[in-house]
């Protein structure tokens, strides 16, 4: 008995850990999306967030199929919907933001915005498979923070001020609830009893 507490709080340190570890890296890949952006060097948030895709691919080979699938989704998806929301003038991207996108499709920071998020969805999906509720929350406050701080930075206009952001926030809704779908099935071999 004693021996199965230690090992459950061993695991549970090492889990806080591997959580603060992983979010410290998200907020890196952020930093660099905004800041290759703001410093005309849109190559700087893709670079970074490259690394992070390279290196949560190496991490667990056994999920390498799932992760892969993962980021092409995410990727994909974030890309049309950005490209998409832009296209209908919700909002556009100030010209020196961007780095081999041209208008009127999604820059490539913003993309790398989504696939940041995409390498931190498999640590999240235990506590957010089947919360679909809070996962659209979560893509609007997500929708609010970034574009908001885009918007402050002159890296986005706001072609309808909140109307935009509220349109942007409940797309982001709608595909944070997608993206976990998709997670739940790719990975739910994780989740089967043994």
Same mark, same amino acid.
């Given at each position: 008995?004693?021996?199965?507490?230690?090992?459950?709080?061993?695991n549970l340190?090492?889990? #806080?850990?591997?959580?603060?570890?992983?979010?410290?890296?998200?907020?890196?890949?952020?930093?660099?999306?905004?800041?290759? &952006?703001?410093q005309e060097?849109?190559?700087?948030?893709?670079?970074?967030?490259?690394?992070?895709?390279?290196?949560?691919?190496?991490?667990?080979?056994?999920?390498?199929?799932?992760?892969?699938?993962?980021?092409?989704?995410?990727?994909?998806?974030?890309?049309?919907?950005?490209?998409?929301?832009?296209?209908?003038?919700?909002?556009?991207?100030?010209?020196?933001?961007?780095?081999?996108?041209?208008?009127?499709?999604?820059?490539?920071?913003?993309?790398? $915005?989504? $696939?940041?998020? %995409?390498?931190?969805?498999?640590?999240?999906?235990?506590?957010?498979?089947? =919360?679909?509720?809070?996962?659209? #929350?979560?893509?609007?406050?997500?929708?609010?923070?970034?574009?908001?701080? %885009?918007?402050?930075?002159?890296?986005?206009?706001?072609?309808?001020?909140?109307?935009?952001? &509220?349109?942007?926030?409940?797309?982001?809704?709608?595909?944070?609830?997608?993206?976990?779908?998709? %997670?739940? =099935?790719?990975? =739910?071999?994780?989740?089967?009893?043994?």
């Open positions: 008995m004693e021996q199965d507490k230690r090992i459950y709080y061993n340190i090492k889990g #806080i850990i591997n959580q603060v570890v992983m979010t410290a890296i998200f907020i890196i890949g952020i930093v660099a999306s905004y800041q290759g &952006a703001l060097a849109g190559w700087l948030g893709p670079l970074v967030v490259g690394l992070i895709i390279g290196y949560e691919l190496l991490k667990n080979k056994s999920l390498l199929k799932p992760k892969v699938m993962l980021f092409l989704f995410v990727g994909l998806g974030g890309f049309v919907l950005e490209s998409l929301l832009i296209v209908s003038t919700v909002y556009s991207v100030s010209e020196t933001s961007r780095w081999l996108m041209p208008s009127p499709l999604a820059p490539l920071w913003i993309c790398a $915005l989504w $696939l940041n998020y %995409a390498a931190r969805v498999p640590g999240y999906l235990a506590f957010l498979k089947g =919360r679909h509720p809070l996962n659209f #929350i979560i893509g609007v406050l997500f929708a609010i923070i970034i574009y908001y701080s %885009a918007s402050r930075m002159e890296l986005v206009n706001l072609t309808y001020g909140w109307g935009s952001i &509220a349109a942007i926030g409940t797309v982001w809704g709608g595909f944070v609830i997608g993206i976990y779908i998709f %997670a739940e =099935r790719q990975f =739910r071999f994780l989740f089967q009893p043994s």
